[in-house]
């Protein structure tokens, strides 16, 4: 287990975006994965605001381990969408943050398709042109798998493809050391946080809710989602207090 050095951090939440985009109409599947961008406009406000910086996952790590302090919170979105770069770019860029988008290797300049099954509309993800573009906005790329795969769903030596080779095709794309994992569905067992580390990544995002807390693996990180629905009330409260930390899961 890696666990955080820092044996007296105080809370930090590491949020987590799908789409920024407008939302499709009610009773669409996954609508609440979309955030609107003006409504992430004014999130990104209310955190500089509040004094909070927004970092990338290789920029938050220092502070995850206790080596640097200060008013931090980790800013991810996973999948690797279009309108992540068209939407959400400008906006951290405005505000100073770095964050972390998760692409699916072998998908790029695609669509979401792992989630055809459960109705969801195709929507475009980022090509290598395009990711690089991101990097050279000051932000960060990492691994979400090559497929998007069930990972429990694998057999290991397939597993392990899907993992390390996703780290070698985004560094070869984007020609940056690919350093943070997200597990797509958040679904894992142990062995996988094993393959993780051993295909030399630094940190490894979940979907199980809650701040980063003293004593958690690096490579089994929760974090906090932010969707459709949330306020900035309920977003202040996800970030400072235990809302989401009382829903771990």
């Keep these: 287990m890696t666990s955080l050095v820092c044996a007296n951090l105080s809370p930090i939440p590491i949020l987590v975006y799908h789409q920024i985009d407008v939302a499709p109409p009610k009773g669409a599947p996954f609508r609440s994965l979309y955030v609107a961008p003006a409504a992430f406009a004014r999130q990104m406000r209310f955190l500089s605001v509040l004094g909070y910086r927004g970092l990338s996952m290789s920029a938050l790590l220092p502070y995850v381990r206790g080596e640097k302090q200060g008013k931090v919170v980790g800013i991810t979105f996973d999948d690797g969408y279009v309108n992540n770069l068209q939407h959400a770019l400008p906006v951290l860029q405005a505000q100073g943050f770095s964050s972390t988008c998760y692409a699916v290797s072998q998908r790029l300049g695609q669509t979401n398709v792992w989630d055809a099954e459960v109705g969801v509309s195709p929507t475009p993800l980022m090509d290598a042109a395009q990711l690089r573009q991101w990097v050279a906005g000051g932000q960060e790329v990492g691994a979400h798998t090559r497929h998007h795969v069930n990972l429990k769903a694998c057999d290991e030596a397939l597993a392990l493809e899907e993992i390390s080779l996703s780290k070698k095709e985004l560094s070869t794309l984007t020609g940056r050391v690919i350093e943070a994992f997200s597990y797509p569905y958040g679904w894992l067992l142990e062995k996988h946080t094993e393959m993780v580390k051993l295909a030399g990544f630094k940190s490894a995002t979940t979907t199980v809710r809650g701040r980063v807390r003293a004593g958690l693996d690096l490579l089994q990180l ?18 400072a ?3 989401e930390d009382r829903r771990a899961a």
Aim: glycine share 4%; net charge positive.
């Design 222 to 239: 929760p974090r906090v989602p932010v969707v459709h629905s949330t306020t900035l009330p309920v977003f202040w409260l996800k970030l």
């Design 241 to 243: 207090t235990g809302y």
